[in-house]
T-cell receptor, first 110, second 114 residues
Framework: TQLLEQSPQFLSIQEGENLTVYCNSSSVFSSLQWYRQEPGEGPVLLVTVVTGGEVKKLKRLTFQFGDARKDSSLHITAAQPGDTGLYLCAGGGSNYKLTFGKGTLLTVNP | KAGVTQTPRYLIKTRGQQVTLSCSPISGHRSVSWYQQTPGQGLQFLFEYFSETQRNKGNFPGRFSGRQFSNSRSEMNVSTLELGDSALYLC?????????????FGSGTRLTVV
């Protein structure tokens, strides 16, 4: 059974601080996706990384896929209240399904 | 373009009843996946359909079933509802290529079993 563990589970920070969320597995995934979910809504795709060692930057967000394609991290620079939400990592493979971590609930206080 | 549409948004059912949830994918997307989200277990994969064929099924009892129509719309059915079936049911559509395809999720159907 493939499992993804996210840490931390909860994170509460002040506006302007930096943070990193981690996603680790003992299994290899073909791709790693990050989603953000707001209360009462479905997850929204932020990024997909497919190559070991790949780094993608989207404005203040930096995503990294581990060399062995078993782990990933999400780094947010100068967090803003609008970044508040549940961040989910999900591993994809050739079996037409995503394996999700349980998420990191981020609260950015003004 | 229109997003993924799930209906209904909210549903309250009694134990023992059955329920049918609907999902209309993004136009041109032929893959529809279903996930159950609960506070304790997070998002868990139910099943995936592509061109009316189920390609994968998660570890859920046979009370959970689904199907996909020729227009790619999908339905899932839960029979003999249990209290533990209360959850947010999410549907996601994609082009269907494994591993690298991004998924677009609907807003979900919040099912409460009483």
């Amino acid at each position: 059974t493939q499992l993804l563990e996210q840490s931390p589970q909860f994170l509460s920070i002040q506006e302007g601080e930096n943070l990193t969320v981690y996603c680790n597995s003992s299994s290899v995934f073909s791709s790693l996706q990050w989603y953000r979910q707001e209360p009462g809504e479905g997850p929204v795709l932020l990024v997909t990384v497919v190559t070991g060692g790949e780094v993608k930057k989207l404005k203040r967000l930096t995503f990294q896929f581990g060399d062995a394609r078993k782990d990933s991290s999400l780094h947010i620079t100068a967090a803003q209240p609008g970044d508040t939400g549940l961040y989910l990592c999900a591993g994809g493979g050739s079996n037409y399904k995503l394996t999700f971590g349980k998420g990191t609930l981020l609260t950015v206080n003004p | 373009k229109a997003g993924v549409t799930q209906t209904p948004r909210y549903l309250i059912k009694t134990r023992g009843q059955q329920v049918t949830l609907s999902c209309s994918p993004i136009s041109g997307h032929r893959s529809v996946s279903w996930y159950q989200q609960t506070p304790g277990q997070g998002l868990q994969f139910l099943f995936e359909y592509f061109s009316e064929t189920q390609r994968n099924k998660g570890n859920f009892p046979g009370r959970f079933s689904g199907r996909q129509f020729s227009n790619s719309r999908s339905e899932m059915n839960v029979s003999t509802l249990e209290l533990g079936d209360s959850a947010l049911y999410l549907c996601a559509s994609s082009l269907g290529q494994p591993s690298s395809g991004g998924y677009t999720f609907g807003s979900g159907t919040r099912l409460t079993v009483v």
